[in-house]
C-alpha cells in the first residue's frame, strides 16, 4: 500500500482504484495464483449468479494452493448450486426485521442499517447474499425515514452501520450520516461493522481518520472488523488498524466458523494471537447461518463446542470469542 502525503491531492481515491484491479472473474484470480482449473481438486460453479469478487490485496495473502483458507472463502464451488434442507434466502428474518428504510430493529438498545448494498469482496458463505437490497436509502435526504423511526424509539443509542459494506460509500457521502450521527443527542455510539480494513486497507485514507476522530472526540466509535484466519492480516492491514485506533476507534473481530478454513484449534488460536498483536479484540465467532448454498461451510454446533473449549485451554481470556449463533426472533445473539 502506499502511503501519501497528507495534503496530497488525490489521497481519497486511491483506494477506488484499488477496487477498479479487483479481480472480477474466477480465471483471473486462477491465473494469478497460477493454478489451473483442470487440476482442481473439487468441482467449481463459475458461472454462479452470485457475483465473483476478490480485492488484489486479498489475493496477495493467498498461497497458491486450492485449500488455501482465503481461496475458498471466494471460490464458487458446485455444492452452492446444491437445494439442502434448512437452509433458506432469508435465515435471519432480516426482511421482517426492517422497519423503515434501510433500518433493520430486532435489539433494543440498537438499530443497524444497510447503508450501502455493495462489497469490495463477495465471500461465498455471506448470510446476506440473497438480501434483495433493491432501493436502499443512497442520499442524506432518504435516510429521514430512519431517523424519525430512531427519534420515535428512545431506547435505541447505538447505530450500526452495515450493509453491502458501510466503508464502500465514499467519504463524502458517509461523512454526511456521520455528522448527523453526532449531532444527534440521542446516539451514544456510532458502530462500523466492515470487512474494508482486512481486504482493501487503502480505504483507511486520511479522510476516513478525520472524519471517525472528529466523532470519536465527542461519542465512542465501535469497528466491528471481520476476519476468518490469521492469514488475511498482513502487514497494510495492521497499518490500517494502528490508524483507526489512533483516530481513537474500539477495533473488534466478528469471524465466522468455516469448514475446512478455520475449524482447528490452532487454526483459531493463530487468528486470536495475530488480532491481538494488531490491536483487535475478538469478539463473535458466529455459527453460519442457513442461508442457500453454504451448506458446504458448515461445522456441527457440537464441533464448534468442543474447540472453544480447547480454545479457552490455550488463550487468554481476552483472546476468546463469543461463540453465538442468530436466532430468528431473539432478543440478542445466543451463546452456544
Ligand atoms: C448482530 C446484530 C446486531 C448487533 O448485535 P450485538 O450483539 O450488539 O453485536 C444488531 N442488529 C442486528 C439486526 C444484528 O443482526
Ligand atoms: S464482506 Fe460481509 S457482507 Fe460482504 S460478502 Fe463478505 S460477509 Fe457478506
Redesign the pocket.
Known amino acids: 500500500m502506499t502511503i501519501l502525503p497528507k495534503n496530497s491531492t488525490i489521497p481519497t481515491h486511491l483506494w477506488q482504484k484499488d477496487l477498479q484491479s479487483a479481480f472480477r472473474k474466477a480465471e483471473d484470480l486462477l491465473d494469478f495464483l497460477q493454478l489451473k482449473a483442470i487440476d482442481c481438486p473439487y468441482s467449481l460453479a463459475l458461472e454462479h449468479p452470485f457475483p465473483f469478487l476478490v480485492t488484489p490485496y486479498f489475493a496477495s495473502q493467498m498461497r497458491a494452493d486450492w485449500f488455501d483458507p482465503l481461496l475458498l472463502q471466494v471460490l464458487p464451488r458446485s455444492p452452492e448450486t446444491h437445494i439442502v434442507e434448512g437452509f433458506l434466502a432469508d435465515a435471519v428474518g432480516d426482511l421482517a426485521?426492517q422497519k423503515a428504510p434501510g433500518l433493520?430493529h430486532?435489539?433494543a438498545s440498537?438499530v443497524?442499517l444497510l447503508s450501502s448494498v455493495q462489497c469490495a469482496i463477495h465471500c461465498r458463505y455471506c448470510f446476506r447474499r440473497e438480501f434483495p437490497y433493491g432501493e436502499l436509502p443512497k442520499t442524506k435526504i432518504s435516510w429521514e425515514a430512519a431517523f424519525d423511526y430512531i427519534e420515535a424509539h428512545p431506547q435505541v443509542n447505538e447505530v450500526?452501520l452495515s450493509g453491502g459494506d458501510p466503508l464502500f460509500a465514499d467519504n463524502q457521502r458517509l461523512g454526511q450520516l456521520i455528522d448527523r450521527l453526532r449531532e444527534n443527542k440521542q446516539i451514544e455510539t456510532l458502530r462500523i461493522h466492515t470487512r474494508l480494513p482486512i481486504v482493501l486497507p487503502s480505504r483507511i485514507d486520511e479522510g476516513l481518520l478525520q472524519l471517525l476522530e472528529k466523532f470519536t472526540e465527542q461519542k465512542s466509535c465501535i469497528m466491528v472488523v471481520h476476519s476468518n484466519h490469521a492469514q488475511e492480516l498482513g502487514i497494510e492491514c495492521a497499518t490500517a488498524c494502528k490508524k483507526l485506533r489512533h483516530a481513537g476507534v474500539t477495533l473488534l473481530n466478528q469471524s465466522v466458523l468455516l469448514r475446512h478454513i478455520n475449524d482447528t484449534v490452532s487454526v483459531l488460536n493463530k487468528l486470536s494471537q495475530r488480532l491481538l498483536q494488531i490491536g483487535v479484540m475478538p469478539y463473535y465467532l458466529h455459527q453460519l447461518d442457513k442461508v442457500n448454498g453454504t451448506a458446504h461451510f458448515e461445522v456441527p454446533v457440537e464441533t464448534g463446542k468442543k474447540l472453544m473449549e480447547e480454545l479457552r485451554l490455550l488463550s487468554p481470556g481476552y483472546g476468546v470469542p463469543r461463540y453465538v449463533q442468530?436466532i430468528q426472533g431473539e432478543g440478542?445473539?445466543t451463546p452456544l
Open positions: 426485521a433493520l430486532k435489539y440498537r443497524l450500526i442468530e440478542s445473539k
